[in-house]
């Protein structure tokens, strides 16, 4: 059983759509992330949400939108694709609230191109 | 600017020698270390972590080192196995959560 699961894995899409990515986790925890893999390979956190709350917004731009509708799942919409976004996201979970110290699980990550 | 730096993109080694992957970091506030691998078109899995309180932690093969006031750490692979090949990330927090930052990566390639 896959335990953070991402869909869908690859996105071709037209710059200035409006695109949507799921993340699930089946294992209770509490706080989930949504993080970019950009062409340089830096991992950079976007969001965290702690039972449908967010608690880290770092600073993305504001077309970047998550989504909580419970807390084993974080979506991420991304309206007005520009072709900078093109990376890949990945999710996250882990069972403590803060990062610190805490192991995070990653889903399998999207793999976002805009043309 | 890179608060924490993997300052090797690449290592190769041969099976049943030793790995070290390094990692340095700049903010005094980070607490938390913490090391990650990533095989291709996987998500990154947790290898192994270890507070400012301590200086080294071991789990089987893998033990990290930390130099607090070097601003160093190191992880140890022993011995090295052809399976051990991906990319591996240092991440860093602060005791708060509100800081948590990866390295650049570490390619290493484990020869037959």
């Known amino acids: 059983d896959t335990a953070v699961s991402q869909t869908p894995k690859y996105l071709v899409t037209q710059m200035g759509n409006d695109k949507s990515i799921k993340c699930e986790q089946n294992l209770g925890h509490d706080t989930m992330y949504w993080y970019k893999q950009d062409s340089k390979k830096f991992l950079k956190i976007m969001f965290s949400?702690?039972?449908?709350?967010?608690?880290i917004n770092e600073t993305v731009p504001n077309r970047f939108s998550p989504k909580s509708p419970d807390k084993a799942h974080l979506n991420l919409h991304i309206n007005s694709l520009e072709l900078g976004d093109s990376a890949v996201y990945f999710c996250a979970s882990s069972q403590e609230r803060l990062l610190a110290g805490g192991e995070q699980f990653f889903g399998p990550g999207t793999r976002l191109t805009v043309l | 600017d890179q608060q924490v730096k993997q300052n090797s993109p690449s290592l190769s080694v041969q099976e049943g020698r030793i790995s070290i992957l390094n990692c340095d970091y700049t903010n005094s506030m980070f607490d938390y270390f913490l090391w990650y691998k990533k095989y291709p078109a996987e998500g990154p899995t947790f290898l192994i972590s270890i507070s400012s309180i301590k200086d080294k932690n071991e789990d089987g093969r893998f033990t990290v080192f930390l130099n607090k006031s070097a601003k160093h750490l190191s992880l140890h692979i022993v011995p090295s196995q052809p399976g051990d090949s991906a990319v591996y990330f240092c991440a860093a927090s602060d005791n708060y959560g509100q800081n948590f930052v990866f390295g650049p990566g570490t390619r290493l390639s484990v020869l037959p």
């Open positions: 949400y702690n039972n449908k709350e967010l608690i």
